[in-house]
């Protein structure tokens, strides 16, 4: 990823020693898409950012918002585009319904530091936002720590390798192409999603 520059459809993979392996396989997936749509098959492909949705808070995205509900008191100034799982299958099935093939969009609503969006979701639980910055210094001694105390007790690493790197990486998404070719498409705002997703945890925990 660029720092220095918005991140389009236009871009490509590039092999890097920093790619981490979900996005590795991801990419490879990518591929035989596009070798299909060579061999005749009409298809889209859809690149969401980071996709927020109710589910388990255990895992995936949603875990945003376990940490936050407990007041996770660090943050860091990496930036990222979300997009509300709502969203995604909504222009996936406006694409399935069109004529466009042999094209890929970048699916993302808006873009956001996590502090902010740490902060959004502990104010709509009424909790305490981060408030302590992690520097990138410390983000690598915490992922060591995490790493030895993980093969110690057998736990899953709260902070990995990856994830610390992700954390700091300011990423900014350019969302045009897709309204571009569907103009009546609308993302739900971030707000918006933080506030849905938040009450449906509530009920769905009973806190």
Known sequence: IRED???DETMNWTEETSNSEYGKSKYLAEMEVWRGIGEGLPAVIVNPVIILGTSDWNKGS?????TAYNEFPWYTEGTTGFV???DVAKAMIALMNSDITAERFILSSENCMYKDIFTKIAIAFNKKPPHKKVTPFLANVVWRWEAIKGKLTGIAPLLTKETAKTAQTKAIFNNNKLNEYLPNFRYTSLDETIE???SELKDKYQF
Do not use: A, L, Q
């Open 196 to 198: 849905r997703i938040c």
């Open 5 to 7: 520059k918005p991140i």
């Open 84 to 86: 509300d799982v709502k």
């Open 62 to 66: 949603t875990e945003i918002f376990k």
